[in-house]
């Protein structure tokens, strides 16, 4: 009997200390001199977000000489409610696009991310934050994107890869409005589209020194049933030598993007 009592003693101390842990981490989280949460760093998603956005299975790669390394290993989903809510027609794009992932996805030629797949494809950002703009700039393809802050009326004059970004505070939370996206971008490798209608709300909360709360929620009319929202933890690059390192992979797809151009029509 009291070795009984013992482990549940043990278990229920195990449980306060898990259930008090996150309030005093929101507690002790690092601030600017203006007193905001200070997210300056370099900071990484893990996961595979990056491979599909949905709960997936594994499945094989592109390329079948290259075996296990080039298979696509299984992942929980980001998605809140577990799907995307596509419109019937929307749906039968994205599925061209994952049956030819390799030919139409655009980071595969080097052209830049968009907002949010920059979070969580496998590179680091880093994010300089000020009090009137913040600064986030991707390792992939040297992509990067100024948030104008507290500047509801300003507007964008053209669209762009990265977006036309509006920052604001809601308490602690830094939030981020992408409008004007270029509709070329994709969300992940599975073929996840949108439009050029496409609006973004980011919402970054840090949870304590080395961790942000990620979440965005999407919004596009011609594509999707209604908005829908993605979550994920973001980590601080805590190594003594975390940097960011140029990744400059235009040199990389020459030679693909030459071929591509010198294809003969077909009539």
Known sequence: MKAILKNVVMVAGLACSMVALPAFAQGDIP???DGKPD???IWQALGTAHLDLETHAARPGPVVEMGALAAFPGGMGVVEGGKIPYKPEALQQKLENQENWLQRDPLVACKLPGVPRANYIPYPFQIFQAPDTT?????FAG?????YMDK???ESQVDSWMGHNIGRWEGDTLVITVTGQMPDTWFDQSGNWHSWKMSVEERYTLMGPNHIQYEATITDPDVFEEPWTISMPLYRRIEPNAMMLEFKCVEFVEELLYGQYRK???E
């Open 143 to 147: 992509a990067d994107r100024i948030v």
């Open 39 to 41: 997210f300056n760093g």
């Open 31 to 33: 601030r600017t001199p």
């Open 152 to 154: 509801p009326d300003f």
């Open 264 to 266: 003969p029509s077909v």
């Open 135 to 139: 600064l986030i700039t991707y390792q």
